[in-house]
């Protein structure tokens, strides 16, 4: 899920999996940590699909 909110001079965005969502503010939990949004601060959120699995590293022959 990706969520977008407000933060002093712009927005962002958390990129993760969505936790917990109450009546005042969710969680997302992101490769980094886990971000708690006021659901006042959120003007847009959508689900994504999950990333592609990696690509193993290409060997010279």
Known sequence: M???YRVDGG???ALGD???CG?????VRTRSSDVVISLDLV????QVPPAPPRRRPRTGA
Do not use: P, S
């Open 11 to 13: 927005f962002t965005d």
């Open 2 to 4: 990706v969520v977008r």
């Open 23 to 27: 009546e005042g503010e969710c969680t």
């Open 18 to 20: 969505l936790l917990e």
């Open 43 to 46: 003007v847009a959120a959508k």
